[in-house]
């Protein structure tokens, strides 16, 4: 089966690489921005005739959330305008369209995880775009899945473990916000999710939308503060409210995800993220030795 993956020098593009051999029957074609500009339709049209992939996994993703509120056209090129273009090419050859989408798209402002069919209201540009993404998936692509993540994470590129050990190193204290609850997400296990459950939905017809993250619940600060104590890192960890860390985006106040749809649905045993962040700074550790 020949998949096509777009945005794959981006964390989880990276990881499905590395499980690539785990997954015999598949036949992957690596994209990021050098290789196919997925902003231009008839590139993305192009391409897609002449490789003819069954399956698109769109990785790619403008996710610098706070220099998006000023990034307007580049965003929603990225977050919309791009998925829109793989989702009429997907639909025009018949794959199933693979999206990745985020907790932003919900305001934040509840206190029950949200279910793939609560109400969505994002307060921030990338929210918006990343919805505007989700919008076209469910309009062009004739099937499609659309999985919402949060908080993710990897051993490749920026995000918040490397932050965090790198701060840790450096300062002998951290300021994190205690006051926004969401879940840690191992950009790994989310990977082995997307390749798990493609063989399963080969036959659906429409969009389904999902909810995936790790188990359980977490603060920024509680997420920090493990990170920290686990790579025996000798630093205090503070918790600080939003209000005492301005940035340019809202962000949402609580955002964890129900999963029992996609555990029901693919019968999927989930990690609980503390664990799963282990795992990251083991391999983070063994990169560095």
Known sequence: MRILITGSKGQLGNEIKVL????????FIYTDIDELDITDPLKVEAFCVTNQPRVIINCAAYTAVDKAESDVLIATLINAT????????????????????????FDGKGYLPYVETDQTNPQSVYGKTKLAGEEAVRKFAGKGIILRT????????????????????EREVLNVVSDQIGTPTYARDLAKTILDIIPLSMEQSGTSIFHYSNEGVASWFDFA????TFS?????VKPIQTKDYPVHAVRPHFSVLNKAKIKEYYNLQIPYWS??????????????N
């Open 232 to 236: 025996e890192i000798k630093c205090d």
């Open 20 to 27: 690539a051999k785990d997954y015999p029957d598949f036949e």
């Open 275 to 288: 664990e799963s962040v282990q795992h990251c700074i083991l391999r983070l550790k063994q990169q560095t």
């Open 82 to 105: 791009a998925v829109e273009n793989l989702s009429k090419s997907a639909a025009e050859i018949g794959a199933l369209m693979v999206h990745v989408s985020t907790d932003y798209v």
């Open 225 to 228: 503060r493990f990170i920290i």
């Open 150 to 169: 949060s908080w993710l994470y990897s051993a490749f590129g920026n995000n918040f473990v490397k932050t965090m050990i790198k701060f840790g190193n």
